[in-house]
């Protein structure tokens, strides 16, 4: 069987399992003293413990693969004067997609009424951090210590620091060469620790998404079913029909054929819920999967990870209207455009934040005029929610990088058209 495979039924699985814990730890037939012991010992223990030495596995290789990644790349394009436009190529191609994201979940959720008789369940407590300035975002992107960006695992610095640095080496002459030797024969190296690691992920994924089920249940969906189902369904269009027609229509290759070698990167982006941890698997399959040379995958995807926020950017439309339906405010058309730039703006502005996703909600509320406290009445559905739109974030880095590498004639079509291309990556 498969990895891919391997992988999917894992997650099934997990889902499954977490789902009849839920069932087991809330049902009165068992006893007290077991309901603590399965707790304890087996959702909080075995669970737990797995589920987060695999985070915390696939977290490590993020900064090497990274560094080493953009080096190689930049390094690669720095006497072809093509870094520059590969770069503005890539912001605008993110840009775009997340204002298309925006404004399609405002027009759905305007017609849907998600938030149209739902109540207030009385105060919610809820505090959240403020973003910080623009102006302490654009100057914090550029490193004044590289190591100490690499120990935090600022990707944005990371990002600056290694371009800088590939660019210095192609211009070094004979030293620079030997440099960029290393620095290849390294990749190849963290590419083979991403490889022994996908053959652990199945019982990774198991534990994390047993755990989470195990928490929450499937009927943390019931009470907020028409924001959720929303999201959801916009969500799925826009992962599979947006990205499909941009890539059919950009490049005249199938949509199909990236959607089959996602798998696998979805299963990942599922269970953990973060682009970051999913990095290394996104990488290894835009380049050995679709066939983006590393020149472009190297600088698109690492950025993707970082900024590209369309998953979020949905989320944020359609909570912006949910949570404006339930305290019965009108927004009005300027409002809503604010929402729009708002939430375009803010999936860079507020990168490198942790928690982006609920700082850039409550940045767009407080544009729009709403209350902050309405963060509150969507977190029972958000983990769930937060897990498909790193999906839809993860198909829209591999999406650009394709196109970005078809456009400069970095891309290899025979391995994208190959099925069984990187079958040690399946």
């Known amino acids: 069987m498969s990895l891919t495979n391997r992988i999917l039924i894992a997650m099934v699985a997990g889902i499954l399992m977490g789902s009849l814990l839920n069932l087991v730890l809330h049902s009165s037939a068992l006893g007290e003293t077991y309901r603590g012991l399965i707790n304890d010992y087996l959702v909080y223990g075995l669970f737990d413990v797995v589920g987060r030495i695999f985070i915390a596995s696939l977290?490590?290789?993020?900064?090497?693969?990274?560094?080493v990644s953009l080096i190689c790349g930049a390094s690669s394009l720095g006497d072809s004067a093509r870094m520059g436009p590969i770069a503005v190529k890539t912001l605008l191609f993110y840009l775009f997609?997340?204002?298309?994201?925006?404004?399609?979940?405002?027009l759905v959720a305007v017609m849907i009424s998600p938030g149209t008789g739902v109540e207030l369940a009385g105060e919610a407590d809820f505090e959240i951090a403020k973003a910080p300035p623009l102006t302490d975002v654009l100057v914090g992107i550029f490193p004044s210590n590289p190591v100490q960006a690499m120990a935090e695992g600022n990707m944005?610095?990371?990002?600056?620091?290694?371009l800088l640095f590939g660019y210095a080496i192609s211009h070094a002459g004979?030293?620079?060469?030997r440099v960029a030797g290393f620095f290849r024969d390294t990749e190849a190296v963290v590419m083979k620790m991403v490889g022994i690691l996908m053959t652990m992920a199945p019982y990774g994924v198991f534990a994390l998404l047993a755990k989470l089920f195990s928490e929450m249940g499937i009927t943390a969906i019931a009470d907020l079913a028409a924001y959720f189902f929303t999201v959801l369904g916009i969500l799925l269009?826009?992962?599979?029909?947006?990205?499909?027609l941009l890539l059919k229509t950009l490049t005249g290759l199938s949509p199909r054929i990236l959607m089959q070698k996602m798998r696998s990167v979805w299963a990942f982006a599922f269970s953990t819920a973060s682009s970051g941890a999913t990095l290394p698997i996104t990488m290894r399959t835009v380049e050995r999967r679709l066939g983006v040379h590393n020149s472009v995958a190297g600088f698109?995807?690492?950025?993707?990870?970082?900024?590209?926020?369309?998953?979020?950017?949905?989320?944020?439309?359609?909570?912006?209207?949910?949570i404006a339906q339930v305290y019965g405010v009108d927004l009005s058309l300027t409002a809503y455009m604010t929402v729009i730039l708002t939430a375009t703006l803010a999936s860079i502005g507020t990168a490198a934040v942790p928690g982006v996703g609920l700082i850039t909600l409550a940045l767009v509320l407080e544009q729009a005029g709403l209350p902050v406290e309405g963060v509150a009445l969507i977190i029972g559905v958000d983990r769930?929610?937060?897990?498909?739109?790193?999906?839809?974030?993860?198909?829209?880095?591999?999406?650009?990088?394709?196109?970005?590498?078809k456009s400069e004639q970095q891309f290899d079509e025979q391995v994208y058209l190959d099925p069984s291309a990187d079958l040690e990556s399946r």
């Open 174 to 177: 004979e030293a620079g060469s």
């Open 156 to 162: 944005l610095q990371i990002i600056v620091f290694a």
């Open 97 to 106: 997609t997340t204002a298309i994201a925006i404004s399609i979940a405002l």
């Open 237 to 244: 269009f826009h992962g599979t029909v947006v990205y499909g």
């Open 59 to 67: 977290k490590l290789l993020v900064v090497p693969l990274v560094l």
């Open 384 to 405: 769930l929610l937060d897990m498909v739109r790193t999906m839809v974030n993860v198909t829209g880095d591999a999406t650009v990088a394709v196109i970005v590498g």
């Open 300 to 322: 698109t995807v690492p950025l993707g990870a970082t900024i590209n926020m369309d998953g979020t950017a949905i989320m944020q439309g359609v909570a912006t209207v949910f």
